[in-house]
């Protein structure tokens, strides 16, 4: 039979779960509108396609954020001393971490070597195009080009994203507990567990789709061009490659979004 206590942790943990749920459904919603208007914007560019991924996961992580916020009301604490150590790693699922941060990586040395082979397209903005010498001795260029136009934005919203999910993570880690019972504690644990998954699957997208279109371009730039050096279409098909992981991966991490999981 349960005793006073535990039934309060349930009931409390029971509100927690809710109100974690709907805020993750808030922030996928509001970032799936974010993300979709700034891929619509019409610079004629497409700077707004490529930062739209990390307009979503902020979005999301936003909603994790204030979901742990608001997840134990001060009311509903149990008042009793608990000694523990709480990690926010405990939580991290540990695979899904190791896709992040290899692809992540991935991401960023792959916007450097497109940063440093990019010139200015016609108009003078710098990054834009890839200019290579053909073998007849004429020279060639494509455009647009992940260059630096777009690989710093890209970076830049990626580390910020980033950051926030650190700031997320060390927030769940800090929650309180709705109960000390060990049944409300274990139940609790998966609570945050789910969360983790949350941001860990927000990161996810956050990295894998900007990776998916700059490997996508870059790879098709270096197959239409002309050059004089074989080593280029052999990159190209890399590159088409590492699009498509990329594209499997962030659908994966994506699915991890769905409310219920």
Do not use: K
């Amino acid at each position: 039979m349960r005793g006073p206590g535990e039934a309060q942790g349930d009931l409390v943990l029971a509100g927690a779960a809710h109100r974690a749920t709907v805020c993750r459904i808030l922030g996928v919603t509001a970032g799936a509108l974010a993300a979709g208007w700034l891929a619509t914007v019409t610079d004629g560019l497409g700077l707004g396609l490529a930062l739209a991924p990390a307009a979503f996961a902020v979005c999301v992580l936003t909603g994790v954020l204030i979901g742990e916020l608001i997840a134990v009301p001060v009311g509903g604490v149990a008042r009793s001393a608990l000694l523990e150590v709480r990690a926010a790693r405990n939580y991290l699922p540990r695979g899904r971490v190791r896709w992040v941060l290899g692809l992540a990586a991935t991401l960023f040395a792959l916007l450097a070597g497109t940063s440093l082979a990019g010139s200015a397209d016609d108009l003078g903005r710098a990054g834009r195009a890839l200019s290579v010498a053909c073998a007849n001795g004429s020279t060639q260029s494509a455009s647009p080009w992940p260059g630096t136009y777009y690989a710093l934005p890209v970076a830049a919203v990626v580390l910020i994203g980033g950051g926030l999910a650190v700031f997320v993570g060390r927030v769940l880690r800090d929650r309180s507990r709705p109960g000390i019972e060990d049944r409300t504690r274990a139940a609790d644990e998966v609570l945050r567990a789910r969360s983790m998954l949350a941001i860990t699957g927000a990161c996810g997208v956050l990295v894998a789709a900007p990776l998916a279109g700059t490997a996508l371009f870059t790879g098709m730039a270096l197959l239409r061009l002309c050059s004089a050096n074989s080593l280029l279409p052999v990159l190209g098909w890399v590159a088409l490659a590492i699009a498509g992981v990329a594209v499997v991966a962030g659908l994966r991490f994506a699915a991890d979004l769905v409310p219920g999981r």
